[in-house]
Nanobody, 122 residues
């Protein structure tokens, strides 16, 4: 069973950037498809981005396309979310997730981190 710990959240002004990290332990990281999700106050959790086990395939939500980039370093057991040109609508708790399946198209994940808060001020 894999454990996930997110870091890198914080307060940033609109137009700024942040890079989130998610460190995995307790499993063979390269066996997991990884994803990022977020949940804003009063809203449902939503998909942000996903990356395949070898990093060769990625997808992201339309709302972040062109601004957010997911990547991974299997040697460091870490997945990243680079977030550029942030706006107040990006304010949310961001969660890292892992699944043993191959597909990056499903939103069903097996393991979740505790989340990291991202707040974007206008």
């Amino acid at each position: 069973q894999v454990q996930l710990v997110e870091s890198g959240g914080g307060l940033v002004q609109a137009g700024g950037s942040l890079r989130l990290s998610c460190a995995a332990s307790g499993g063979t990281f390269s066996r997991y498809t990884m994803g990022w999700f977020r949940q804003a106050p009063g809203k449902d959790r939503e998909f942000v981005a996903a990356i395949s086990r070898d990093g060769g395939n990625r997808r992201s939500a339309d709302s972040v396309k062109g601004r957010f980039t997911i990547s991974r370093d299997n040697a460091k057991n870490t997945v990243y979310l680079q977030m550029n040109n942030l706006n107040p609508e990006d304010t949310a708790v961001y969660y890292c997730a892992a699944r043993l399946g191959v597909s990056i198209w499903t939103i069903e994940y097996d393991y979740w981190g505790q989340g990291t808060q991202v707040t974007v001020s206008s």
